[in-house]
């Protein structure tokens, strides 16, 4: 079995003059190859573990490793082998996004992504000679993308990667991320988009006041916190919802059915929306 790019064993994080730490003993680890999510309430602590992976807080108690060396063990050759895209884009606003990314790529002395392809991955081809400062939100996340993946990564780190996206965007942003993934790099996915996070994660680890409170993939999450079952929408409004175990039995139903009366008919199950509702309202 591949030895996992992340593993985090009890790591604990409190800033100066808190009551509670931030990071309360986390374990978790991210496969190769994986797209993990990280999902919780704002102030869960998430954002603290990885500003630890990113190395921007490097006081921490617990076992971090990362492609199999521990995390203070790694010198400036960490950002040569990981990406990273913040929530908030970062550039040079009088540079053009091809400007931007070229010099980005410059920084590394390893081998880098062609520019041009990766602006054309994230459909910036018509913007590639615009400044960072004329472009809108959605345009400057697609490049700060781009940017996180120019040094061809083996890890990637991402915060609210699809924010400011249309819909077909929110979807090539996934499509990205996920052939990052399937390229073999370990995607650790920060995020309150609960579509991108059920489409895009292979597991997501759902964080509550500084603990992990729950892993799974999303399918088993829905199936786990779902109430099986139809739902029938009737002609001139209404709703009648059967459980899986009435449903040799509802002769309601099917003669509801038989005169035409049910517009449509569909099954019922728990969306991540609903996990993340259920689970934050256990634990706190």
């Known amino acids: 079995m591949t030895a996992p790019a992340i593993t985090v064993e009890g790591l604990s994080v409190r800033y100066p003059g808190a009551a ?151 979807a090539l942003v996934r499509d990205v991320v996920r052939g990052a993934a399937e390229r073999g790099c370990a995607v650790f996915l920060t995020t309150h988009d609960m579509t991108t996070a059920d489409l895009l994660c292979d597991r997501v680890a759902f964080v509550v006041r500084g603990r992990i409170a729950a892993v799974d993939t999303p399918r088993d999450f829905k199936i786990r916190y779902g109430r099986p079952g139809l739902v029938a929408e009737l002609r001139g409004g209404g709703v009648r919802e059967v459980p899986v175990e009435s449903l040799a039995e509802d002769a309601e139903l099917l003669d509801l059915i038989g005169r035409g009366a049910v517009e449509t008919l569909h099954t019922r199950e728990a969306s991540l929306a609903d996990v993340f509702t259920e689970i934050t309202r256990e634990r706190l």
Do not use: H
């Open 20 to 170: 509670s730490p931030a990071v309360d003993r986390m374990d978790f680890t991210v496969g190769r190859g994986e797209v993990f999510g990280f999902l919780g309430p704002s102030g869960a602590g998430k954002s603290t573990a990885q500003k630890v992976l990113t190395r921007l807080i490097r006081r921490y108690r617990g076992d971090v490793s990362v492609l199999g060396r521990p995390l203070e063990e790694w010198g400036r050759d960490y950002f040569e082998r990981v990406g990273v895209g913040f929530e908030l884009p970062a550039g040079f606003g009088r540079l053009t996004a091809r400007e931007n990314l070229a010099t980005f790529a410059s920084l590394y002395r390893g081998p880098v992504e062609d520019v041009d392809a990766l602006l054309a991955a994230v459909d910036l081809t018509e913007a590639a000679d615009r400044r960072l400062s004329d472009l809108s939100k959605g345009m400057r996340m697609r490049l700060n993308l781009a940017r996180a993946l120019v040094d061809r990564p083996d890890v990637l780190f991402l915060d609210e990667p699809t924010s400011g996206q249309d819909p077909v965007r929110a």
